[in-house]
């Protein structure tokens, strides 16, 4: 499998960031660690492994990047507006920083050709923000796969709310979005697909699953909001079971 590694520094946010690339060509996968990690850490668990026969046969190239959460979702301590200003800031690295880098690459990769648009897929705190930056941009993304992710910014930000908590809190923003708002129709082409399951620690990421479920169906957005058994619990085994099934569906 072919690899690459990348070191890069971030205007947004004034560091250098890592990202790796797995494989020689196909659909681009941005990839996000789960809470607090590190772009190494979907390799170390297994999920590259789990998808190997999709990046061999040159079906997918998976871009695995770093996180921001210490700075943003899991730092309690810090003042609200400062955490939820530092996870804009990652979002604008995201967005203006390495999608470009992203959509460099893998035009090079598929001589010349562009994908239409970049699938997102995490699990965890990746999954959350899998479907966040797709709801966010889908004039950049064409779909995610979201497992076992947090929807709802309160279970980071009990008690506060703002502007960007709100523009980060997918059942928030989704309830209130009209039903005529461009993004609305957008959404409607974009493959969609939410998994959790019903074991253990999942309770939270289910209720949030199930919420977002209604609201796609209320505002008559085909996603695929997806729920495994009570033995399907919020751990790595379990995601690299259901990484492979859901790409056969998407690349």
């Known amino acids: 499998m072919k690899t690459e590694y990348f070191k ?56 695995c990047c770093d996180s ?15 955490r939820i200003e530092n996870q804009e800031a990652y ?13 460099e690459i893998s035009s090079a990769a598929n001589q010349g050709n562009t994908y239409d648009g970049i699938l997102t897929t995490g699990c965890s705190m990746g999954g959350t923000h899998a479907l966040n930056f797709l709801l966010r941009r889908p004039d950049l993304f064409s779909g995610c796969i979201a497992l076992s992710g947090a929807y709802n910014a309160r279970l980071f930000f009990p008690d506060y709310m703002d502007d960007l908590v709100y523009a980060n809190s997918p059942v928030d923003y989704i309830e209130g979005m009209p039903y005529d708002h461009p993004y609305v129709e957008m959404y409607r082409h974009r493959d969609i697909i939410i998994c959790c399951g019903r074991g253990a620690w999942e309770h939270p990421m289910q209720e949030d699953a199930a919420r977002m479920k209604e609201l796609f169906a209320y505002k008559n957005i085909p996603a695929w909001v997806d729920f495994w058994g009570a033995d399907v619990a919020h751990d790595w ?6 990484l492979p099934y859901y790409l056969n569906f998407v690349c």
Do not use: C
């Open 8 to 63: 890069e520094y971030s205007r947004n946010l004034g560091r250098d960031m890592e990202f790796k690339v797995y494989g020689h060509a196909g659909k681009p996968v941005l990839v996000f660690p789960s809470q607090d990690g590190r772009f190494f850490d979907y390799e170390n668990n297994g999920m590259v492994a789990a998808a190997a026969p999709y990046i061999d046969a040159g079906r997918v190239q998976l871009f």
């Open 68 to 82: 921001n959460d210490v700075n943003s979702w899991s730092w309690k301590t810090w003042d609200n507006r400062k």
């Open 91 to 103: 979002f604008h690295y995201i967005t203006d920083e390495l999608v470009p880098r992203i959509k």
């Open 237 to 242: 085994p379990w995601w690299r079971r259901q």
